[in-house]
């Protein structure tokens, strides 16, 4: 059973659960700017596995570390950024792989 299957939306749900991992790693003294790149990852990660909006999920999960690391300080919001700069090239490269390419040269009678 998911997040779905219970009428939930797997973009905010994605917001939320990186808000509350990043706020978790500062109170008990993690590196937040890790703990954001790794949860950001992992929501990306599992929505490509059940085909979700892989974009969607990362704006709102990119959103949901800052948003939280914000709470936090300066400090925080440096590092998570730094740490979601390399997640979210990743996520560019696996999305523009996927869509077909474009042919170039002249279009095709029909």
Same mark, same amino acid.
């Given at each position: 059973?998911?997040?779905?299957?219970?009428?939930?939306?797997?973009?905010?749900? *994605?917001?939320?659960?990186?808000?509350?991992?990043?706020? #978790?790693?500062?109170?008990?003294?993690?590196?937040?700017?890790?703990? *954001?790149?790794?949860?950001?990852?992992?929501?990306?990660? *599992?929505?490509?596995?059940?085909?979700?909006?892989?974009?969607?999920?990362?704006?709102?999960?990119?959103?949901?570390?800052?948003?939280?690391?914000?709470?936090?300080?300066?400090?925080?919001?440096?590092?998570?950024?730094?740490?979601?700069?390399?997640?979210?090239?990743?996520?560019?490269?696996? *999305?523009?792989?996927?869509?077909?390419?474009?042919?170039? #040269?002249?279009?095709?009678?029909?």
């Amino acid at each position: 059973m998911g997040i779905s299957d219970v009428g939930g939306d797997v973009v905010s749900m *994605a917001g939320q659960t990186v808000k509350v991992v990043v706020k #978790g790693a500062a109170e008990i003294g993690a590196d937040v700017g890790l703990v *954001a790149g790794w949860t950001v990852d992992g929501v990306i990660e *599992a929505t490509r596995e059940i085909g979700g909006n892989t974009e969607e999920v990362a704006k709102e999960a990119v959103s949901g570390a800052i948003e939280a690391a914000g709470t936090i300080g300066n400090m925080a919001v440096r590092s998570a950024m730094n740490m979601l700069v390399g997640v979210i090239e990743g996520v560019k490269e696996a *999305a523009s792989s996927l869509l077909p390419k474009i042919q170039t #040269g002249p279009i095709p009678e029909n």
